[in-house]
């Protein structure tokens, strides 16, 4: 949540530079947007526009996107906050969890605050220090007096670099061409340059254009490597669709095969090492957030068909529910890397010796640092807040994991029926414009659907705003089933004819609801309120299905007229509790 950029560069560079890089972390929240390039500060509310930097120069500047936490989403409230004397400028990502009582102290030396965040006390804590120490010493103060996650870029008056300090969220600085770049990830910088040097917690560096000097949280300086990263640029472009979702949906084979292809590859090391972690732990634990957590009941869904000890918490509760001990292996799925429930839930896992093992589409991200063994999934930059093809390869590599375990599937297909699935976008587009028209909807499944019909439901939420429920089939006679009325959607996920699930969707019609089918019963295909999936393995129609739930959802969404890549309310990387 929130993305922060900084950039010092040798050369003058356009103002404007910093706003599209900024908008490269567009994603990680829209709320408001702000610059400062040491002589122009400008905020905004809304989605960046990169001509607000007008025709400014610079050679060094901060920038900052706002998924807003403290504060509402204004003017006044949106980055970069400067101290009472101008003296100090600043842009954060995470929360400042003391920072009531460290307002009241400033409050009590005179400082004058002009924002409800939590965020403008760094500003006045710096310039509070500056009277008496140097910059390098007041952070080192900062670093014992703020309690919760931070990643700062601070620009002082008469100090030509950038201050970036790290606790909890995410930080990383590339070394490009003339200029060095801080930012919340490597995707901002990623087509400028794949050398980058990653923050750990606690860590705080002085950055210039041509150097940078690493320090510990007590002001004591550390080595700082390079690290040489790949990230590919090719699919982070719209080209002719209209929405990145679409893009990236139909991006899906090519995800597939790059990740199956890179399992028997340069990850079979890796691959093989995570089968062997998980023979010898006595249980496993996923833990995820939103649609990770949807592709991990998946994996614990085709674990346990093989037999294999296999659980999954919502990472938000992990601490709650889990039971860790040395034998216990945690396998954290995420998207970003970045999700900071998982993060704590991972931290719980270590504190209790746990095993961790990480699934990560974004490469050197936190969680993949704090694993033992780390997998990438290869789906390539996701820019629609909206997970689609990151989800259709952590389910994949569930399966490929399984089939390691006996699950009797053959993954090598995946792909081709996925290709086979789009054929049908027209039907799709059909029902999906006739869920459309309804404030709710209701997606049911059973065993391995179960997870798929909460994924889909979850799609259609953050996309179209249609309230949607996904669900155990077995569940809406306890209780749900009295929402349903005349016309109500029901989508229900029908692998080789359930007869339960079949019962589930009878018993909805039977109170006036209109029933679609996902279905692999070839008889079914041409019935109008059907989508037919071809294959007879239940493992894959799982996948395939959500496949056409996330079609679905985007067709549902663009008929109603929605901001599809960039819901309201939503970020993509969640880095607050
Ligand atoms: O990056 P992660 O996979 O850890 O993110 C987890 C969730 O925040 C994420 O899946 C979220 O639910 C998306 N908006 C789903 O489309």
């Known amino acids: ?6 950039i010092a560069s040798r050369t003058e560079f356009p103002s404007r530079v910093l706003l599209e890089r900024l908008k490269r972390l567009e994603y990680r929240g829209y709320d408001s947007y702000g610059f400062y390039d ?4 400008k905020k905004r509310v809304g989605g960046i526009d990169v001509e607000a930097a007008g025709r400014a120069t610079t050679r060094t500047g901060i920038a900052h996107t706002r998924w807003a936490t403290h504060g ?8 970069p906050h400067v101290s009472c004397d101008g003296r100090v400028v600043i842009v954060h990502n995470g929360i400042i969890e003391n920072h009531e009582e460290m307002r009241k102290s400033l409050e009590k030396k005179g400082h004058r605050f002009a924002s409800e965040t939590d965020s403008e006390v760094i500003a006045h804590f710096l310039e509070e220090g500056l009277k008496r120490k140097p910059a390098e010493a007041v952070i080192v103060d900062f670093f014992a007096a703020a309690a919760g996650s931070f990643a700062v870029l601070a ?10 300090l790290k606790r909890d969220s995410p930080l990383v600085l590339g070394a490009a061409d003339g ?6 990830d490597i995707y901002a910088f990623s087509d400028a340059t794949s050398r980058a040097a990653f923050f750990e917690n606690d860590e705080f560096a002085v950055v210039g254009a041509e150097s940078f000097r690493f320090f510990d949280r007590k002001g004591r300086p550390i080595e700082k490597a390079m690290r040489e990263f790949v990230w590919d640029q090719k699919e982070s472009v719209k080209r002719s669709h209209k929405h990145y979702m679409l893009k990236e949906i139909l991006e899906e084979p090519a995800a597939v095969e790059r990740m199956l292809f890179s399992m028997e590859n340069d990850q079979k090391a890796a691959f093989d090492g995570l089968i062997r972690l998980i023979r010898g732990s006595k249980k496993i634990i996923f833990a995820a957030c939103g649609t990770s957590y949807h592709a991990s009941l998946l994996g614990a869904y085709y674990l346990h068909r093989t037999g294999v000890e296999s659980q999954t918490l919502i990472a938000s509760e992990f601490r709650h529910y889990a039971n860790v001990d040395r034998d216990t292996l945690i396998i954290a799925l995420s998207q970003s890397g970045e999700t900071m429930d998982v993060i704590d839930a991972l931290k719980y896992a270590r504190e209790r010796s ?3 093992a990480a699934v990560v589409n974004a490469p050197y991200s936190t969680i993949q640092r704090m694993s033992e063994l780390s997998l990438h999934i290869l789906a390539g930059q996701e820019v629609c807040v909206a997970s689609t093809k990151a989800f259709i390869n952590q389910a994949v590599l569930m399966l490929r994991i399984a089939r390691e375990f006996g699950f009797p599937v053959d993954t090598d297909n995946v792909a081709g029926k996925i290709r086979l699935l789009f054929r049908k976008k027209a039907r799709i587009r059909e029902i999906a414009e006739r869920i459309a028209a309804s404030k709710d909807a209701y997606i049911i ?3 391995l659907t179960y997870p798929v019909a909460r994924e889909i439901a979850l799609k259609i939420k953050e996309t179209s705003y249609i309230h949607a429920e996904g669900m155990m089939g077995g569940e809406l006679k306890h209780g749900t089933i009295a929402l349903i009325e005349d016309g109500t959607p029901v989508l229900s996920l029908v692998s080789n004819n359930d007869p339960d699930i079949i019962s589930n969707a009878r018993e909805v019609e039977a109170r006036g609801a209109q029933v679609f089918t996902i279905t692999n019963d070839g008889r079914m295909e041409r019935k109008r309120n059907v989508i037919h999936i071809e294959t007879g393995n239940d493992g894959k129609f799982g996948i395939l299905a959500a496949v056409a739930g996330q079609l ?11 901001p599809i890549d960039k819901p309201r309310n939503l970020a993509k990387s969640v880095t607050v509790k």
């Open 552 to 562: 679905i959802a985007y067709y549902a969404a663009d008929k109603l007229g929605r």
């Open 179 to 184: 200029m060095n770049i801080l930012a919340s």
């Open 38 to 41: 040491s002589r122009n500060l």
């Open 72 to 79: 509402g989403a204004t003017e006044r409230n949106a980055h």
């Open 1 to 6: 949540m929130c993305g922060i950029i900084g």
């Open 155 to 164: 620009a002082i008056k008469g100090r030509e670099e950038i201050f970036a």
């Open 354 to 356: 746990g095993r961790i």
């Open 445 to 447: 499944g059973r065993g």
